[in-house]
């Protein structure tokens, strides 16, 4: 299986720093990676799919990028609805299933 | 939109069976990949399997010895069942949709809300 390894695992920032998350996998997955916000007793939401498209509704703050084995989570200028946990999804059409990268929780610094 | 909502027994024994259903509303069941995923508290993600409308499965290797995923057309609901349930099985589990039509390997749009399961006696 694809093993995908985010980091930081926790990130301390203030409203309006510029935040970069990063999502590597164990092997190429070209560019079959999402990005998940998940807040405490809710369900992840989708931000980014295809590692750079936009969801519908998304902000445009939010921004991600990479391809092969590594990528990145961009938030332009933390707001305090920013402040969640975010994961990385590979879903490799070669991969057997999916796997989910550990989770960075954004938290006030 | 479509909407998924999880429903079972929050509190199952250990060794025994849990199961759960999802029921999807606003939408068909045809035609999609649907997913079960679970999340121990304060931990990531862990996908638990899929099943096609047509029946056809897919489910993750550490866990296919105890995993099964059916799908009832007639109701628009598919369901969970995992076997021998342990402490380590206690998890918030989300029954979720694969989010292009007819395609296993996709990200994951729309989530249901999730339900707690814990194994206790």
């Known amino acids: 299986d694809i093993q995908m390894t985010q980091s930081p695992s926790t990130l301390s920032a203030s409203v309006g720093d510029r935040v970069t998350i990063t999502c590597r996998a164990s092997?190429?997955?070209?560019?079959?990676l999402a990005w998940y916000q998940q807040k405490p007793g809710k369900a992840p939401k989708v931000l980014i799919s295809?590692?750079?498209s936009l969801e519908s509704g998304v902000p445009s703050r939010f921004s991600g990028s990479g391809s092969g084995t590594e990528f990145t989570l961009t938030i332009s200028s933390l707001q305090v609805d920013d402040f969640a946990t975010y994961y990385c999804?590979?879903?490799?059409?070669?991969?057997?299933?999916?796997?989910f990268g550990g989770g960075t929780k954004v938290e006030i610094k | 939109q479509v909407q998924l909502q999880e429903s079972g027994p929050g509190l199952v024994k250990p060794s025994e069976t849990l199961s759960l259903s999802c029921t999807v509303s606003g939408g068909s069941i045809s035609n999609y990949y649907w997913s079960w995923i679970r999340q121990p508290p304060g931990k990531g993600l862990e996908w638990i399997g899929y099943i096609y409308s047509s029946g056809s499965t897919n489910y993750n290797p550490s866990l296919k010895s105890r995993v099964t995923i059916s799908v009832d057309r007639s109701k628009n609901q598919f369901s969970l069942k995992l076997s021998s349930m342990t402490a380590a099985d206690t998890a918030v589990y989300y029954c979720a949709r694969s989010a292009v039509s007819a395609a296993p390997h996709n990200w994951i749009d729309p989530w249901g809300q999730g339900t707690l399961v814990t194994v206790s006696s």
């Open positions: 999804q590979q879903y490799n059409s070669y991969s057997l299933f999916t796997t």
């Open positions: 295809d590692a750079s």
């Open positions: 092997q190429s997955i070209s560019n079959w």
